[in-house]
């Protein structure tokens, strides 16, 4: 089902003047639906006014047709004299239905410790490691030369910090060669990182300077492991709430599409070839029943 969210099934297709008609003049009618007509200048004005392909705004529109239906057979209101007005409260009745039928509480703790397990991952906090880095943006013998009377420096300073502002102030005027000074935020094992650099990372064991010269396509690093964030996972008490939440809108959804699903195979739809044919420039019809 194409265009649809639980959400948005109550949309009043009136106020765009775009929803599905009772009669359509016979070059204008693309599909039928459950006796309603729906038109492709209908189809047109909901895609003008969504802002979706041609398939979009006709499946929504299908959808909604389909849903009014289920709404009626289960006779959720009375006819008036406004029927899309009607349409629409039967629809937001049928939801609200579901809604209260499918609610975060009927989620069974079974449910909610399944989700939990299979979700581990993404519920896990992995280490982090913050560091600043001071690169010369030279790969060559001379660059290297450069970078290890820089790390030198570094390692004897008493605050190794002032060095590393040093260059991250205004850079060394002085030198040929160019480098740069830069403070990195925590980063995990997956960040967007050059690899040479995230390995000497997490190969530390401890805060503090890297023994070593780190090689990148930038030139070579003299590298401070600033702060170690352990790893960190989340329990299933403090995220029950938010499963039972997701669990609940997922199973409202997938009611909805069983609905549109079961009136769609009992015929209910029909496609009109000749008014198919004009619509194709509007691209991605769906594929018509037979």
Request: charged share 40%.
């Amino acid at each position: 089902m194409s265009g649809l969210a639980v959400a948005g099934c109550a949309r009043d297709s009136s106020d765009s003047g775009s929803g599905p008609s009772e009669t359509g003049s016979r070059n204008d009618v693309v599909a039928r639906v459950d006796g309603r007509v729906i038109s492709a200048s209908e189809v047109a004005a909901r895609m003008k006014a969504d802002g979706v392909s041609a398939e979009e705004a006709l499946d929504t529109m299908i959808d909604e047709v389909l849903l009014v239906a289920e709404a009626r057979r289960l006779e959720l209101s009375e006819t008036e004299e406004d029927e899309r007005a009607i349409d629409r409260l039967m629809v937001r009745s049928l939801l609200r239905d579901i809604e209260r039928e499918i609610t975060p509480e009927s989620i069974s703790k079974q449910e909610v410790r399944r989700d939990f397990e299979s979700h581990a991952e993404k519920l896990q906090s992995p280490e982090r490691r913050r560091s600043w880095h001071i690169v010369v943006k030279d790969r060559s013998e001379a660059g290297k030369a450069l970078a290890q009377s820089i790390l030198k420096r570094v390692r004897r300073a008493d605050d190794p910090r002032v060095v590393y502002e040093r260059y991250a102030d205004s850079g060394d005027d002085d030198a040929a060669i160019e480098v740069e000074a830069e403070e990195l935020p925590a980063i995990t094992m997956k960040a967007r990182i050059e690899r040479p650099y995230k390995e000497a990372l997490f190969s530390a064991e401890s805060p503090g300077l890297l023994n070593r010269l780190v090689e990148t396509s930038h030139g070579w690093h003299i590298v401070f492991l600033q702060e170690i964030v352990p790893a960190e996972r989340r329990t299933i008490d403090e995220v029950e709430d938010e499963i039972r939440e997701r669990l609940s809108q997922k199973k409202r959804f997938e009611s909805v599409v069983a609905i549109i699903d079961r009136l769609r195979a009992e015929g209910l739809v029909s496609y009109d070839d000749e008014g198919v044919e004009r619509l194709l420039s509007m691209r991605g019809l769906p594929e018509r029943a037979e």
